[in-house]
């Protein structure tokens, strides 16, 4: 289980559903990579990050994958620690070859036109292949009418909405027209509330950036 070393922009062609990207911390959980956690600390959730060619479509001035961007040419990584890419059928054994002690899958979208599809697809497979719990980190940019309903029947039992930004203006200047970006704030309240009625309550989040 070898990881694809996507040190610039031309080995990106890796793509989801085939490929995803794990943080450092999940590639030295699932032995992918060599490494110790600071007091023997364990990770407990998997994430997964959809990838494309092109990269994520969004231009938030705080997020990574923006930055990476114009990085990537440089030899830059996503955001502090390396997210490399691995075969997807590869992941999902090794989560089920795992202890216990991993208990969670959480499947990271980009603002991808492909990232639902894919989404729906590589949660399917966790679900089937690692009877592990799986949450969604969604990008409400580009999600359409019912596909809420069908993350949950994929396996999906977790929603979290990103939104960031704690005001609409800090939004509009970080993540939306400020940045020519294509996100608004009112169509991520409006997904996190469906999602309560879809998800439950406590089943559906937001992230908040504080600082």
Known sequence: MNAVQPESLDSHYYQSPEYVRLSLAAAMTLKFTGGWFYRNARLGCINLLLTYPDGCRASCSFCGLAAEKNLARDGGSFIRVPWKTFRTDEVIE????????VSRVCISMVT??????????????????TQKMVSLLISPTVM????????KDAGADRIGVAIDCATESLFDK??????????????????????????????????????
């Not at 359409?144 to 993350?151: A, I, P, S, T, V």
């Open 94 to 101: 090794a989560i089920n070859h795992t202890s216990d002690r």
């Open 112 to 129: 991808h036109s492909r990232s639902v599809k894919d989404t729906l697809s590589i949660c399917e497979k966790v679900v089937s292949g």
């Open 144 to 151: 359409k009418k019912n596909d809420l309903k069908r993350m």
């Open 174 to 211: 970080l993540r939306g027209k400020g940045v020519g970006g294509p996100h608004r704030w009112d169509t991520y309240w409006r997904i996190y509330e469906e999602s309560l009625n879809v998800f439950g309550r406590g089943k559906s989040g937001v992230h908040l950036i504080c600082g």
